[in-house]
């Protein structure tokens, strides 16, 4: 339920309706806004009675909120959220973000070569999987704690904040030490520990949407890590499994205006992992910032032929550089500063 104060509302008449709520059992959630303040009451599993409520001074109304998610609502968040990680700012408004590099860390020099030459052509992170959620067990797993040091070493060099997936509710400790911007993979979309664990640090989370997610589950995902109290959430659409099978997978480009209707939080898209093919990833990260995306993931390599994970995906760097071009292009060409 959402509490919608009037326009002349005062902070006692908050106040008052805050401790009215906390009476009724439930949590309040203050939310000021530009023009008036609305009151979240979280905690309940069912309708709340509103009688008593609708009676109280500065009251405007009372919406019953029926979605599995309320936190990330624009209808109780109307103001869009920047997300700020480590000074390079995500959402609406902002010049849209490239981030690139590698599906995992695979040693010093292919990051660091990777992430001097993406920032060379003007990305604003450095991304890399240092555990990565593989299908089967005899694949590469990815270098762990010694990926991490060398994905923040890389970073170091090139001025880039860095991206990386954290698999285990037990590992977002360390993996916070390194990273500046957390991924939660497909896979893990429904690890509600994992969310929940996101949810208690104030590192900046990209909760990218399961294979198989609709999207009110991706944002029930997203709604346990600001219950937690974490706001700076990016969404990520990576394409969802469908009867399709010449493509990894179906980008859902629908979704970015759909979801900025219906939430705050910044939404990006990863072509690369969508698509699975790296001529589609071009044309379909033009599309993302077309559709509004704030931001897009791109896989690239420095020989993605001898890549240990995604090198069919994965960009070149002379494909990635012609890419930054034409992102750069169609941006002005869209108004952004
Ligand atoms: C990734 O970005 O490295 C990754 C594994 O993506 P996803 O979780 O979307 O499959
Ligand atoms: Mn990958």
Redesign the pocket.
């Known amino acids: 339920m959402l509490i919608v104060m009037n326009h002349n509302a005062t902070q006692a008449d908050v106040a008052a309706i805050t401790k009215a709520v906390q009476d009724m059992g439930y949590t309040a959630a203050p939310i000021p806004g530009s023009e008036r303040t609305a009151i979240g009451v979280l905690g309940n599993h069912g309708y709340v009675d509103d009688s008593k409520i609708l009676e109280m001074p500065g009251v405007q109304r009372v919406i019953h909120v029926s979605k599995p998610y309320k936190l990330v609502s624009r209808d109780f968040h109307p103001e869009d959220t920047i997300v700020d990680v480590a000074g390079v700012k995500v959402g609406q408004g902002c010049r849209p973000v490239v981030v690139g590099g590698p599906?995992?860390v695979e040693s010093a020099e292919q990051i660091v070569t990777t992430a001097l030459f993406v920032k060379k052509c003007g990305a604003d992170m450095l991304?890399g999987?240092a555990f990565?959620?593989r299908t089967g067990p005899h694949t590469f797993q990815g270098m762990r704690e010694e990926g991490l040091k060398l994905l923040a070493l890389a970073g170091k060099e090139s001025g880039l904040p860095v991206v990386t997936?954290v698999m285990s509710p037990d590992n977002v400790g360390l993996v916070a030490e390194y990273a500046d911007l957390l991924?939660i993979?497909?896979?893990?979309m429904q690890n509600f520990d994992l969310l929940r664990e996101v949810g208690r640090i104030r590192k900046p989370v990209l909760l990218?949407r399961g294979?198989s997610a609709t999207i009110e589950e991706f944002l029930a995902a997203a709604e346990y890590i600001l219950a937690e109290g974490n706001e700076n959430v990016i969404l990520?659409e990576?394409?969802i499994r469908t009867y399709e099978t010449a493509t990894r997978n179906t980008l859902d480009l629908a979704v970015v205006p759909l979801i900025k209707e219906l939430s705050h939080l910044p939404i990006m898209v990863?072509p690369?992992?969508a698509t699975g093919k790296r001529s589609l990833v071009p044309p379909m990260t033009l599309a993302a910032m077309v559709a509004g995306a704030h931001g897009v993931?791109v896989?690239v390599h420095p020989n993605p032929e001898k890549a240990l994970s995604?090198g069919p995906q994965s960009l070149t760097f002379k494909g990635f550089e012609q890419l930054m071009g034409d992102t750069d292009r169609l941006l002005d060409y869209l108004g952004f500063a």
Do not use: I, T, V
């Open positions: 599906c995992a991304r999987g990565k959620p997936e991924q993979g497909a896979r893990n990218k294979m990520c990576r394409g990863d690369s992992h993931l896989e995604d």
